[in-house]
């Protein structure tokens, strides 16, 4: 199937509960593989299945530490320290919010061929597992924002904005 369309805030599916996952099926296999595919195309470091219309406990993160996680029936056991920073989500394109989330935390699940498996997460990981396992519970991080949502501007790589003119140099020759 390949890039999938991403369900936008507003859409039930966002808000419903998934069901476990009690056999890989092949159907199964290639949403995780489409659920990738889908991710990297929106430029994201996560997904849950209900953002792509599928109630099942299934998520796929990638902080880019070339660890790639595809995580089914993903649950925290154990959480500490606490951080506060930035979130945004592909279904809720443009804004971000300023959220609490735990420093830490180990989650077991099973692996895409159903092996029990330990992910413990720090930082930007802690932060991506817990956003992406409070959608499979109908959770979006605009629940949980401190002070409510403000707007982003994408960054387009286009923009000489984009630059630090301390680190481009134009007549640098590759």
Same mark, same amino acid.
């Given at each position: 199937?390949? &890039?999938? &369309? &991403?369900?936008? $805030?507003?859409?039930?599916? @966002?808000?419903?509960?998934?069901?476990?996952?009690?056999?890989?099926? =092949?159907?199964?296999?290639?949403?995780?593989? #489409?659920?990738?595919?889908?991710?990297?195309?929106? +430029?994201?470091?996560?997904?849950?299945?209900?953002?792509?219309?599928? @109630?099942?406990? /299934?998520?796929? /993160?990638?902080?880019? #530490?070339? +660890?790639? @996680?595809?995580?089914?029936?993903?649950?925290?056991?154990?959480? $500490?320290? =606490?951080? &506060?920073?930035?979130?945004?989500?592909?279904?809720? *394109?443009?804004?971000?919010?300023?959220?609490?989330? *735990?420093?830490?935390? /180990?989650?077991?699940? @099973?692996?895409? +061929?159903? +092996?029990?498996?330990t992910v413990e997460g720090e930082e930007l990981l802690a932060r991506a597992l817990c956003h992406e396992i409070d959608h499979l519970d109908g959770v979006l991080y605009k629940d949980l924002a401190i002070d409510g949502l403000y707007k982003v501007e994408p960054v387009n790589p286009d923009?000489?904005?984009?630059?630090?003119?301390?680190?481009? #140099? =134009?007549?640098?020759? $590759?």
């Open positions: 199937m390949g &890039i999938r &369309i &991403i369900r936008e $805030d507003g859409d039930e599916v @966002l808000r419903k509960k998934c069901k476990p996952v009690k056999e890989m099926t =092949e159907r199964l296999s290639q949403l995780i593989d #489409d659920m990738f595919d889908t991710m990297y195309e929106a +430029n994201g470091v996560g997904l849950a299945a209900p953002q792509v219309g599928v @109630l099942r406990r /299934i998520v796929v /993160i990638d902080v880019m #530490d070339g +660890n790639p @996680l595809a995580l089914v029936n993903p649950e925290i056991v154990e959480s $500490d320290g =606490e951080q &506060i920073g930035p979130e945004g989500c592909l279904s809720l *394109p443009g804004l971000q919010g300023e959220v609490a989330r *735990p420093a830490h935390v /180990i989650v077991k699940a @099973l692996d895409r +061929n159903m +092996n029990p498996i923009d000489d904005e984009y630059y630090d003119d301390e680190d481009y #140099d =134009e007549d640098q020759e $590759d």
